[in-house]
Nanobody
Framework: QVQLVESGGGLVQPGGSLRLSCAASGSIFGIYVMGWFRQAPGKQRELVATMSRGGIINYADSVKGRFTISGVNAKNTVYLQMNSLKSEDTAVYYC?????????WGQGTQVTVSS
């Protein structure tokens, strides 16, 4: 079992920065990919960024050059550093962990980009 808890969401003005954190607990063994997804009201959940144990990182085109995913050893904590935020980034952001057919999700944290 893996538990994920996000934090760091909130209100930020356009062009600002925000960093999200995802704290993982339980058995991390067997998890090979962790990442962030987001979902805006009335829209489909979309991938933001993922990171594998092998160090392979993928970003959605919409966030490339602005967002950075990182983590500590053993993936106890995963971060999403967001810069140059736009109104289109407004969504609920979810931390995700995947491995051996198992899929784990955090509760989500709301990010609102507005003046």
């Amino acid at each position: 079992q893996v538990q994920l808890v996000e934090s760091g969401g909130g209100l930020v003005q356009p062009g600002g920065s925000l960093r999200l954190s995802c704290a993982a607990s339980g058995s991390i063994f067997g998890i090979y990919v962790m990442g962030w997804f987001r979902q805006a009201p009335g829209k489909q959940r979309e991938l933001v960024a993922t990171m594998s144990r092998g160090g392979i990182i993928n970003y959605a085109d919409s966030v490339k050059g602005r967002f950075t995913i990182s983590g500590v050893n053993a993936k106890n904590t995963v971060y999403l550093q967001m810069n140059s935020l736009k109104s289109e980034d407004t969504a609920v952001y979810y931390c995700n962990a995947n491995g051996l057919g198992a899929d784990y999700w955090g509760q989500g944290t709301q990010v609102t980009v507005s003046s």
